[in-house]
C-alpha cells in the first residue's frame, strides 16, 4: 500500500472508531481546515520575519498536521486525489501567472 | 520518482521559475494557507447543510488544492514529511480523544 | 466623552501600559483580527444549526470582544471612525446588491 | 439617536429589506467575520513590514466595514452592547498580563 492511502487509512480509521463521521460534512471539515490554519498562524503572531524563522520546528509540525488531516478528510470524502488536484491548479496557475510578467513580484494576476 | 516528490518538484519549480521563493517565509506561508481556507469556506457560506453538500465540487477542488499547495510548501521548507506528521498526529490525538470516552461526541478534548 | 472614545482610550493606555505598540503594526493586528475570529468560530465547529444557536452567550462575548478589540486598533491606528466606515460601506453595498435583486437569497453580487 | 444605535439601526435595515435575516445565525455570522478577515489579511500578504505600512488606507477601510459589519450583527443579535464587552475584557486581560509582567514582550499570558 502506498503511503498517501495508508494515512487516509489511519484517518478514517480514526474517524470511524469514534463515530466521527456524522460531524464531518463539506462545511464542517472546511471550518476546521479554517481553525487549524489560525492556529499555526498564532505561532508566529507579533512576531517580525527572522523571529519566525526561529519557532520550534514542532510547533510547526504539529498545527500543519492538522491542517492536512482535515484536508485530506475532505479531499476523501469528494474522491480528490491531494496530489492531482495540486498539479491541475498548477497549471491554471501557470496561465494566471505568467513567468514573463510574474517574475520578481508578489502582485496578484489581476494586477500584473 | 513517487507522487508526493513528483508534486514538490512542479511546486518549488512554479516557485523559482517566478523568483517568488524570497517572499515564500514561514509567517507569509502560514497566511496563504489562512487565506485560501477562507475562500475555501467561503464557498459554504450562508448555506445550510444540505445546500452545503449540494455545491460543486469543481469549486472545492481548487481551494482545496491551494491550501494543500501552500501546505506542502510549509512542509518542504521545514524538511517535513506530509504523511509522517499526520501518522504522529494521529497517535498524539489517540491519546488526548480515547474511543470510550470520545465516541460520538464532538466535545474538545478539555471538556472529555 | 462618548463611550467609542472611552473605549478606544482604554485600548491604547492597556496597550502603552505593556509598552505593545512596536508589536501593533498592521499586518500583525490584521492577523490578530483573523486568529480571533477563528476562536469565535471554534465555538460553533461541528454543531448543526440548532445547536450553534444553543451556545453560552459568555463565550460568544468574550470572543467578539476581542476581535473587536483589535479592529478598534486597527481603526485607530489609520485614523478611520468605526461607524463612519461602515455606514460607507453599506452605501456600496446597497449598489452592489440592490433589493430587487438580493431580496431572499445568499447569493454573492457577481451571481445575481 | 447616538451613532453606534444609528448604525446598528441602518445594518439591519440593509437586512431585513433583503430578507436576509433569515441567514444570519450565529455560525454563519462568524464565518462570515472569518472570511472577511481573510481578505483584509490577503492585503498585506507576501509584504514585509515596511509595505504593508504602505498599502491604501481605502482598502483597509473596506475590509475592516466588513469585519466590523457583521460583528456588530452578531452583537445585536445576542444583545451584546459592542463596548461594554471590550471594557470587560479589558479587565479580564489585565489580570492575565499584569504590566509588570508583560510589559515589553509578545509572550503569551500562559507563557509569562
Same mark, same amino acid.
Given at each position: 500500500?502506498?503511503?498517501?492511502?495508508?494515512?487516509?487509512?489511519?484517518?478514517?480509521?480514526?474517524?470511524?472508531?469514534?463515530?466521527?463521521?456524522?460531524?464531518?460534512?463539506?462545511?464542517?471539515?472546511?471550518?476546521?481546515?479554517?481553525?487549524?490554519?489560525?492556529?499555526?498562524?498564532?505561532?508566529?503572531?507579533? +512576531?517580525?520575519?527572522? =523571529?519566525?524563522?526561529? /519557532?520550534? &520546528?514542532? *510547533?510547526?509540525?504539529?498545527?500543519?498536521? !492538522?491542517? $492536512?488531516?482535515?484536508?485530506?478528510?475532505?479531499?476523501?470524502?469528494?474522491?480528490?486525489?491531494?496530489?492531482?488536484?495540486?498539479?491541475?491548479?498548477? +497549471?491554471?496557475?501557470? =496561465?494566471?501567472?505568467? /513567468?514573463? &510578467?510574474? *517574475?520578481?513580484?508578489?502582485?496578484?494576476? !489581476?494586477? $500584473?
Amino acid at each position: 500500500m502506498d503511503k498517501y492511502k495508508e494515512v487516509i487509512k489511519a484517518l478514517t480509521e480514526f474517524r470511524d472508531d469514534r463515530d466521527w463521521k456524522q460531524f464531518h460534512d463539506s462545511k464542517n471539515l472546511a471550518l476546521a481546515i479554517s481553525i487549524e490554519s489560525a492556529e499555526l498562524n498564532e505561532i508566529f503572531l507579533w +512576531k517580525n520575519g527572522e =523571529e519566525a524563522e526561529n /519557532v520550534k &520546528k514542532e *510547533k510547526i509540525k504539529e498545527e500543519l498536521a !492538522d491542517i $492536512l488531516s482535515f484536508s485530506f478528510l475532505l479531499a476523501e470524502k469528494h474522491n480528490l486525489d491531494i496530489f492531482d488536484i495540486v498539479l491541475d491548479k498548477i +497549471k491554471i496557475n501557470a =496561465e494566471k501567472y505568467p /513567468v514573463d &510578467k510574474a *517574475k520578481g513580484t508578489a502582485k496578484k494576476y !489581476d494586477e $500584473l
